[in-house]
Structures are given as C-alpha cells and as structure tokens.
Nanobody, 119 residues
Framework: QVQLVESGGGLVQAGGSLRLSCAAS????????MGWYRQAPGKQRELVAG???????NYADDVKGRFTVSRDNAKNTVYLQMSSLKPEDTAVYYC?????????????WGQGTQVTVSS
C-alpha cells in the first residue's frame, strides 16, 4: 500500500555530484521523519541524513558539508544533493520514512538505489 520510490542513483566520477529523490505514496495520513541511509558491501547500514516534518535536519559527520538533504512536504518527497563525491561514498542508498496510517506510525524503506563513485 505504502511505497517509497528512489531515483537518481548512478555512476559518477570522484568530485562529481548526484541528486537522489524519494517519493512516498499510498494511503498516508502524514509523514514524520524522512531520510537517507546507505550500506556499502560488508558494512553496516548507516544514517546519512534525515529530516523531520518541521524541517529539522541532521547529517552523518563524514558527509556534512558535502551533502544536503531537503524535503517537499506537499509531495511527500525527500532529496539528497550529493557533491564532492568520493569513492568511499559508493553504496546502496536507501530512503526511509516514518508514516502515520490510521493513527499508528510505521517505518518504511525503499528498495535502494546504487551510487558508484569512480576514482
């Protein structure tokens, strides 16, 4: 019923930029927190950047200053603008959202989009 669809991943050279998008759709009353995680091969999934419905933003230390997360509440969409990309940014990036359905909050995940940064 509820789906998160990511787009914008791909292959980019070091120093380049990519913009990821994630749109939530379905029978959603509201969306609370919404953000991005990533997982590289052999590593744990980690929080990259997150937002609240009120606009509060937080970033992982290793991406702060290079990545910018933004949100369009009217479209239930979150974006991740990535610049000055490094090979170590290579990972599958997952969109995550806490959504309210019939007075209950549920956590949903997108299927992920691959970001590959070449040296």
């Amino acid at each position: 019923q509820v789906q998160l669809v990511e787009s914008g991943g791909g292959l980019v050279q070091a120093g380049g930029s990519l913009r990821l998008s994630c749109a939530a759709s379905g029978s959603i009353f509201s969306v609370n927190a919404m953000g991005w995680y990533r997982q590289a091969p052999g590593k744990q999934r980690e929080l990259v950047a997150g937002t609240t419905s009120g606009g509060r933003r937080n970033y992982a230390d290793d991406v702060k200053g290079r990545f910018t997360v933004s949100r369009d509440n009217a479209k239930n969409t979150v974006y991740l603008q990535m610049s000055s990309l490094k090979p170590e940014d290579t990972a599958v990036y997952y969109c995550q959202a806490d959504v309210v359905i019939k007075k209950y909050e549920y956590s949903y995940w997108g299927q992920g989009t691959q970001v590959t940064v070449s040296s």
